[in-house]
């Protein structure tokens, strides 16, 4: 009875809609609430970027404003992918000028993008307002110029840990006087200097500029010129945070701060002269996000600052903070949502600082609102965890790095399936899980079992058989997204859950036991996966089928198998058939 | 309850019908075998071949062929690789005598020796590459990462973390790095380590950044960048770009490493090497890698290239003399 209500009523009301899953839903209800919502849909997720072809989008989707794409998988970020694996904007760029005139936002994560993408961008859209580009690379300084120069509305230009090919030559000034429509510029990725004087025109120009991360090579001499420009800014990523000590510059500095009424978040804060720390107390109180994960200062530092931010949501900080840091953090810091602490010193075997799991026990204790936590530490025990799990059941995120591969319990030498199982037990709602230390495949029956609601799982040095990941294929309702390295897992497993994995958007397995004939056979099965195997020892068509794949990528798709791939990865069975 | 995997009481033909009509994979995976406890750090196990390797011994025969000419290392032309004693089994650290792969003319730096064991020399490859049965060096690269981290790899980890005694003869070791382990993106690492070498300098002076150079090789389709503030020697250097360029030239390594093939590969090495590295420095022009001191090397490298030892003859007589006239 579809056609006696209007369509202009239910796309009035679609429009309420925004989150692209509920939208998603829309569009199975019926054929004509398919056909309203499409051509109403104005913003696009596409969480794999070879999951579907630029013409299979443009097609169903005429009227987009907003487009996000992820490239490479997750573990990219840890060289596990080879230069050269794929992740290109260009195709996308290319149809997308061609059908999306109006086009105003487009967020890449993990994505390749040429200055030539960039040139493009620029140029196409008229009311171009929103560029994003995460974990991105393949573009310079010239890119950024054209975008500068020619998005005349843009709002938003944010490379957050993009790698950015400083050639020489400033971009900064390629903004024309009459831009004044900036609000977000995130810069901090950029390794050379920019035109101060170019920066400070801009910032004096842009009245509703609210998020301001400069680079590195900003000094804090000049910190406090760009703040009194810009006393209305919301999020402050500072420059390198060290100057000769003089106190005429921390009055400076001081004065500048305290003129921004409107901080709530800052970053930054490479090379730290703790001299200048006091600096900013004044806007403490207010914070709601910090991130001091580049900041060196040893833990009596750290926490001088935490213990005056009462309304902290965000922390990042490197593990120089120990635990008595933590401690501070969990009496001062009520509201805090999400705790993430690095490592100082990966690589050094004896622990650098007084960080152990009691740090992480204390802020599970005092912060009741936590809800997401990445850790990185030396030492565990299955007591802690489980004292964790139950002191917040209300965990959606929870990353443990143990730096060591395979650690046991350090008290009972024991593995730590029962601590993360109490993970999983207790926290009902856990959608992102990261394990480390030493676990059988005892863990991987508790997530089975438990862990309904995990979306994301990542796997390192784990397990003993085969059984570890068929329960996790077999139990996890929810998963879509799955990486593993080096773990004992082969083709049994993998070839006992292959429908599970059209339901998942990814699978990753790298340094396991899965064998290139186990890889023909599955994607032979599953025409709608594509089956990847990269391996940069040279000519596959030789190996037999026995032998190991060094990475398999596994991901459902339905534009076939990609043609832009290196020669060191192949998709099995390339079934022209199913090409787009 | 998961469903029953097939396999788990030796049956294999459980209920799952996918493996039923695959009874081809039964004879490529044969029943409970290939699933031996792994010993990834290659502790107690230094020949633990991958017993599903069943059909890797033609492999091995062909690819002995190809590794000489096909193999990729670094060093001068003409240069031989030291020797390397294959059954170095288990040895202490101490006695392990680290000596370097690739001899890189001597700077003042000292490649190899010193206790500071922020690598593991003498690899080829990295720790990842021991649990790819793939690689046909897995089986080198185990045994000098079994000697090299005999302290962390006690087994029942009795004296892990902070009560971590074994080592206290040496300064606090180095790990022998891990691909991509710990998880901390390039970025970050290269934040850390540029802090802390300022440390030592005086409070207040900002750290260099990071310090990208292009990478090319003869032969190789696409470039590779990688950051040379992230070593600290001409070691770490040398291995890095080994293992990103090797499949370019290792040819058909295709079969678990067995511990005969890994010998006459390592007899291979010392009969000198087919590519060399070179850099292009301020001045444009192009000098074999490891004359100078290694902060003057990264202060004047502008780029890298990984060319053919015979096209790099010539550079020899030129480097020698630049690096005269400079000190």
């Given at each position: 009875m579809g056609y006696s209500f209007p369509e202009e009523v239910l796309e009035h009301v679609f429009s309420f809609i925004s989150l692209h899953t509920d939208r998603n839903a829309v569009s199975l209800v019926c054929k004509s609430w398919y056909e309203i919502e499409r051509w109403c849909r104005r913003r696009i997720f596409i969480g794999n970027c070879y999951a579907v072809s630029p013409g299979i989008v443009i097609r169903r989707f005429p009227e987009v404003r907003s487009v996000e794409l992820k490239g490479k998988p997750h573990f990219a970020d840890f060289n596990l992918v080879p230069d050269g694996w794929g992740g290109y904007f260009y195709p996308w760029i290319c149809e997308m000028a061609r059908a999306y005139p109006w086009l105003e936002e487009i967020r890449l994560k993990r994505m390749v993008i040429t200055d030539e993408s960039l040139e493009l961008i620029s140029k196409s859209f008229k009311n171009f307002k929103v560029l994003v580009l995460s974990s991105c690379e393949g573009f310079s300084i010239d890119g950024l110029a054209a975008i500068a120069a020619n998005c005349r509305n843009l709002r938003e230009l944010d490379l957050r840990e993009s790698e950015v090919e400083d050639l020489s030559g400033h971009w900064l000034s390629h903004f024309p006087d009459s831009c004044t429509s900036l609000q977000s510029l995130n810069m901090s990725c950029l390794l050379s200097e920019v035109s101060f004087s170019a920066l400070v025109r801009l910032i004096a120009r842009s009245p509703n500029l609210k998020t301001l991360r400069l680079n590195r090579a900003v000094p804090l001499e000049k910190l406090s010129t760009l703040l009194h420009r810009a006393p209305q800014l919301v999020e402050l990523g500072t420059g390198a945070y060290s100057a000769e000590i003089r106190q005429d510059l921390l009055s400076n500095l001081t004065e500048a701060f305290a003129k921004c009424k409107e901080l709530e978040g800052l970053s930054g804060f490479w090379d730290v002269v703790p001299f200048y720390l006091p600096a900013f107390y004044s806007v403490c109180s207010r914070l709601t996000s910090l991130n001091l994960s580049y900041a060196t200062i040893q833990s009596p530092d750290v926490t001088k600052i935490i213990t005056q931010c009462p309304n902290l949501q965000r922390l990042s900080v490197l593990d120089y903070i120990e635990d008595t840091g933590l401690d501070a953090l969990s009496l001062s810091c009520k509201e805090l949502r999400e705790l993430r602490v690095f490592p100082s010193d990966p690589f050094v075997a004896d622990a650098n600082v007084a960080l152990t799991e009691q740090g992480l026990v204390s802020v599970s204790e005092g912060c009741s609102k936590l809800q997401s936590v990445l850790y990185f530490c030396r030492q565990m025990s299955n007591s802690a965890l489980t004292t964790i799990a139950k002191n917040r059941p209300n965990l959606t995120c929870f990353r443990l790095c143990i730096l060591e591969p395979r650690a046991p319990d350090y008290q009972t030498l024991e593995p730590l399936d029962h601590g993360f199982g109490a993970i999983v037990d207790h926290c009902k709602q856990l959608q992102r899980l990261s394990l480390s230390g030493l676990l059988t495949d005892r863990v991987f029956e508790y997530i089975g079992n438990r862990a309904k609601k995990l979306e994301m799982l990542s796997i390192a040095f784990a397990g003993d058989s085969d059984l570890g990941l068929h329960f996790v294929l077999s139990g996890c309702e929810s998963l879509r997204k799955l990486e593993i390295r080096d773990c004992p897992f082969g083709d049994k497993a993998l070839l006992a859950n292959v429908s599970k994995l059209e339901t998942m958007r990814s699978l990753w397995m790298s340094s396991c036991s899965v064998s290139l004939g186990a890889c023909k056979w599955l994607s032979q099965k599953m025409p709608r996966l594509n089956v990847e195997v990269i391996d940069e020892q040279g000519d596959l068509d030789s190996r037999p089928d026995s032998c190991h794949v060094e990475k398999l990528y596994v991901y459902r798709t339905v534009a076939g198998p990609r043609l832009d791939m290196p020669s060191f990865v192949r998709t099995m069975n390339q079934n022209p058939a199913y090409r787009r | 309850m998961p469903p029953p995997l097939l396999g788990i009481d030796g049956d294999d033909h459980g209920h799952v019908s996918l493996m039923t009509s695959a009874s081809t994979m039964e004879s490529i995976f044969p029943k409970n075998a290939g699933l031996t406890e792994r010993n990834y750090l290659g502790l107690s196990d230094s020949s633990s071949v991958d017993s599903s390797a069943v059909s890797g011994i033609s492999d091995v025969k062909r690819s002995n062929l190809n590794l000489k000419a096909t193999e990729l290392r670094l060093g001068l032309p003409g240069s031989q690789s030291p020797e390397r004693d294959p059954d170095a089994d288990l040895v202490s650290a101490e006695s392990l005598d680290e000596k370097p792969l690739f001899p890189l003319l001597p700077s003042k730096d000292g490649i190899c020796s010193g206790s500071q064991k922020t690598f593991v020399s003498g690899n080829k490859r990295g720790f990842s590459d021991v649990n790819n049965k793939v690689s046909s060096c897995a089986q080198t690269t185990m045994i000098n990462d079994a000697a090299s981290k005999v302290v962390s790899q006690d087994?029942?980890?009795?004296?892990?973390?902070?009560?971590?005694?074994?080592?206290?003869?040496?300064?606090?070791a180095a790990k022998a790095q891990v691909v991509g382990w710990p998880p901390v993106r390039s970025f970050r690492k290269n934040i850390l380590a540029t802090n802390a070498k300022t440390n030592d300098e005086v409070d207040g002076k900002p750290g260099p950044t990071a310090l990208f150079v292009k990478v090319s090789m003869d032969g190789a389709p696409y470039l590779r960048k990688v950051d040379l503030r992230s070593y600290t020697t001409y070691q770490q250097l040398s291995s890095a770009l080994e293992k990103m360029f090797s499949c370019f030239t290792l040819g058909q390594c295709g079969s678990q490493g067995s511990q005969s093939l890994s010998e006459s590969k390592l007899r291979d090495l010392l009969h000198g090497s087919e590519y060399v590295l070179t850099y292009e420095d301020k001045d444009g022009d192009w000098m074999l890698v490891g004359d100078v001191p290694w902060d003057l090397f990264i202060g004047s490298c502008k780029r890298l290239k990984i060319m053919k030892g015979s096209d790099a003859i010539g550079l020899a007589p030129r480097a020698m003399e630049k690096s005269k006239n400079r000190n």
């Open positions: - | 087994q029942t980890h009795a004296t892990f973390g902070n009560n971590n005694k074994v080592n206290t003869s040496n300064p606090p």
